[in-house]
């Protein structure tokens, strides 16, 4: 249960070239997306788009291949894309909506789907959850710190950012930096800290780069609507597939890093709580198998 409920597990990626060059990982998301528009199986799709500021995300409603493409690759910031929903449906009209989430987003959406105060017009529009893996997160401001003053780059030139490998990555034109994580900890949002899902539990789809080759994601199908559009994209061959790995990739690594998230975020719950402090409410290190939490 650590990896969340699912039907299927791959190792993924899109077949088409374009994407393989500008996406962050396989391309899963954005081939699902074009896929998914081109067979009106959505009509529009919320994404991280680019924003006014380098590597600053803002939410946009795609509604053609181009737009999901030109929001392709990892922005290591807030992308509020949960916001747009609603305009995505009352401005732009939209009946099926796709969005990606990282897992506290997902989360959001289906406490939202389950308890639709005040979104009842939005809740049944969800017709494609895609779940991005997420182990932590840094606004904005700190990302911009980190990157201009301990990796000594100017963000606007940067052209890819990556986490892998214990280190944080940044690609520019004629360079490939790094630092170690552990120097990037003190940045992250602190709200992450206790939070237990990494693997986006709760998406239709949910994927990221962890457990398979570079080049490649490993993508897990959760429910019927994730695993009919994730197959029928296979089918089409829009997407190809082969078995996750064990030993180098596959489930043990990504089971290792789940679990060490979901463990050391109850240990920040316990601490919190003995201070008195909110914790996300269904958390307890009272339940027999803390990793139940979600
Ligand atoms: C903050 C963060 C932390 C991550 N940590 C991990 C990790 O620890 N391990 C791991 O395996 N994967 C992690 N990922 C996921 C990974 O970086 C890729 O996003 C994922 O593998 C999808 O790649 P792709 O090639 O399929 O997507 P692409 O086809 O490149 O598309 C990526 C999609 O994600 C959207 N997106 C980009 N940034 C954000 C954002 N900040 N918020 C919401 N949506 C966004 C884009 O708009 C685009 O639609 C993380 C992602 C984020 C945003
Ligand atoms: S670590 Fe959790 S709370 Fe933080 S951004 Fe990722 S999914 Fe959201």
């Not at 959001?108 to 979104?119: A, D, E, N, T």
């Not at 052209?159 to 900890?185: Q, R, Y």
């Not at 089918?235 to 998230?261: R, S």
Request: charged share 25%; proline share 5%.
């Amino acid at each position: 249960m650590v990896l969340g409920t699912y039907k299927e597990v791959v190792t993924a990626r899109s077949t088409d070239k374009e994407i393989q060059k500008i996406a962050q990982d396989g391309g899963i998301v954005s081939a699902l997306f074009c896929y998914a528009l081109e067979e009106k199986l959505i009509d529009g799709a919320v994404v991280a788009g680019p924003g006014k500021d380098f590597w600053k995300p803002e939410p946009m409603v795609a509604q053609t291949a181009d737009e999901i493409l030109a929001a392709a690759g990892t922005k290591y910031t807030f992308s509020p894309n949960v916001l747009m929903l609603k305009k995505a449906v009352r401005q732009y009209g939209l009946e099926k909506v796709g969005t990606v989430a990282i897992p506290c987003q997902a989360m959001g959406i289906r406490k939202m789907q389950s308890y639709p105060f005040g979104v009842r017009f939005l809740a049944d529009k969800i017709a494609l959850l895609t779940g991005i893996f997420c182990m932590e997160n840094f606004p904005f401001a700190s990302l911009q710190t980190f990157i201009s003053e301990k990796m000594g780059v100017s963000p606007e030139l940067v052209e890819k950012m990556d986490i892998g490998k214990g280190k944080f990555w940044v690609h520019t034109a004629d360079d490939v930096l790094s630092i170690p994580l552990k120097e990037t900890h003190g940045y992250e949002q602190s709200g992450c800290k206790v939070c237990l899902d990494y693997v986006a539990e709760l998406a239709d789809v949910s994927t990221g780069s962890v457990g398979s080759p570079d080049g490649w994601s490993t993508v897990f199908t959760r429910t019927d609507a994730g695993e009919t559009v994730f197959k029928a994209a296979v089918e089409a061959g829009v997407i190809e597939t082969k078995p996750v790995d064990t030993g180098k990739f596959g489930l043990e690594i990504l089971t290792k890093l789940a679990t060490q998230k979901k463990e050391k975020a109850m240990k920040e719950i316990d601490r919190r709580k003995e201070m008195g402090l909110p914790v996300p409410f269904k958390a307890s290190s009272e339940k027999e198998d803390p990793l139940a939490n979600v």
